[in-house]
């Protein structure tokens, strides 16, 4: 009886796993695998097989997929070899289905262990670039992914794209260029380039490249997103809305839940209906606030409204007598009690053919509801937010996590003139964590960090109703300021997000006021005019 070894199983094993004729033959590849396993079970090669038998296995029962065994099993081989790169690379692939921290963190390891390995770099950079806020180091991976295979059409648009990002026009042009050079469909560098121009006000040539990466994938989720965005800004709302719902909604139901509720469509939407429907949250907590002024309306129509928002707006929505009879909950128990679900974001174009897509009016607050008491405010921050100096609440920056943070966010430095002002208390109404940020405040005594008081939107809330103005940037306490009706001040980059239009004034909070940049990344116009309007409120209360 010949007897076949170790090695020449593994040997065997490695041929039908990398050769692209018998790679998918799985079958055959456990019986190997499972034949050295009875010799040495702590093969690499072996269990990497298995662990992609338990993967078939789990991706059988879709869309229910259980990946609770294959993630073991590609885990343990990690444990056993920490130089065997095949397992870091199936986990991530599972990660990115299902848990984008955990990809995160596992690719961040595999980096340290292979740091030049092109795939893992990649994938990071996406990361880092698009999801996690660390835009330069996103930048830094993609420059090393070029230095590794700079014929590789992708590795440019990535470069590109993190260029773009951190706001480096020139570099991110010659990065698309030298993609489309390798291939002119790239339809990532195409819509790069149109984003520059998007971000430069050039918006004729803007849509021009986006309408070129459709004619090249009419599915392109992108292409099509930014053209709503673009026919939002110019103030076309019918075609605008109608583009939006192109935008990719199945990222928020795998993270609330209610995949399993039929959706409602606008030829659904009718008067005098007594349906259960559950209204979805899915981007920002300053959009929730935004939009769930169109939850009233759908009420009015007869519809039995549940709206799961985020947890920390809960309190906040129940000021408003607006949501009085609006079910508000942070969970979807039980799915047969509704009859169809929508996205917050989505009413405007769902509820258009029986009333105008843009609603002027927010949710009206009762500021009798709130009860002061119970929350629990320091006395030294209650005695300054009672100063009878002019008060005034400020954010200059958002999360590094939003794609136009650069865009919208202002150097702290740029504001030292403000903070300057004599007989004004400022108050940090944002979370304070760059340590240039707090090193810079604290050069001054009349500006008051408030992160350790935000616990939730109830706090903002109390710090919003004792300002006497509010300045922000483009993050949720514009929302927050003008759906209480606070006098507000935003300000805007010379683009600015889509909902704030190209005009001098906006139609969404009567309280809120623009202060736009009038040349691209020049904060001085708003800064100055910021200056201007708190002189020229001391001299009239003097």
Known sequence: MKV???????????????????????????????EIIKIDNTSNYANYAMGLHELALANRTAPQVDYDRPVEAFKKIIKMDPNFIE????????????????????????NKQFPDHYLIMFDLANLMTFKTGEKQKGLELFAKCVQKLPMVDAAWSGLGSAYLLNRE??????????????????TTSILGIGVIHFENANFKE?????????SIDKASFWGNYNIA??????????????????????????????????????????????????????????????????????????????????????????LSPDLDDVKLTSEIADTKVFDYRAFLMSLPWLMSGVQKPRLKDPIK???????????????????????????????????????????????????????????????????????????????????????DHLKDFMYTAYFVKKMDMIFT?????????????????????????????????????????????EKVSDWKKPIEDCQKIINNYLSSSS
């Open 4 to 34: 076949i070894s170790h090695g020449s199983l593994e040997e065997e094993l490695k041929k039908v796993l990398s050769n692209p004729h018998t790679s998918n033959n799985l079958e055959k590849a456990v019986q190997i695998a499972k």
């Open 87 to 110: 397992p870091y690379l199936m986990l991530a692939k599972i990660y990115k289905e299902t848990d984008r921290n955990l990809e995160y963190k596992l690719l961040l390891k595999a």
């Open 169 to 186: 026009f020139d570099m991110a042009q010659k990065s698309f260029e030298t993609s489309l050079a390798i291939n002119p469909e790239n």
């Open 206 to 214: 803007a849509r021009k490249y986006y309408e070129k990466s459709i």
């Open 229 to 318: 965005l673009l026919n939002l800004l110019e103030g076309d709302d019918e075609t605008g809305w109608e583009s939006y719902e192109k935008r990719d909604k199945n990222q928020f139901l795998n993270k609330y839940g209610g995949s399993a509720i039929q959706e409602i469509f606008k030829k659904d939407i009718s008067k005098n209906s007594n349906q259960k429907i559950v209204i979805l949250r899915e981007q920002g907590l300053g959009d929730d606030i935004m939009f769930s002024r169109y939850l009233r309306p759908l009420k009015n129509l007869g519809y039995d409204v549940t709206y799961a928002c985020a947890p920390e707006l809960k309190e906040f929505l129940r």
């Open 365 to 451: 607050i009762d500021l009798s509801r709130f009860k002061e008491k119970d929350l629990k405010i320091k006395t030294s921050m209650k005695k300054l937010v009672n100063s009878k100096k002019l008060k005034i609440g400020l954010a200059w920056s958002g999360s590094p996590k939003h794609l136009r943070d650069f865009c919208r966010s202002i150097d702290i430095d740029l504001l030292k003139n403000i903070f300057e002002i004599p007989n004004v208390e400022f108050f940090a109404l944002q979370k304070v964590h760059r340590e240039n940020d707090i090193k810079f405040i604290k050069k001054f005594k009349n500006v008051h960090d408030c992160t």
């Open 473 to 517: 940037v483009d993050t949720s306490l514009v929302h927050m300021a003008g759906t209480m009706d606070k006098k507000t001040f935003l300000f805007l980059p010379k683009v600015p997000d889509y909902r704030w239009g190209l005009k001098n004034k906006q139609e969404w909070y009567p309280s809120v006021s623009l202060l736009r940049q």
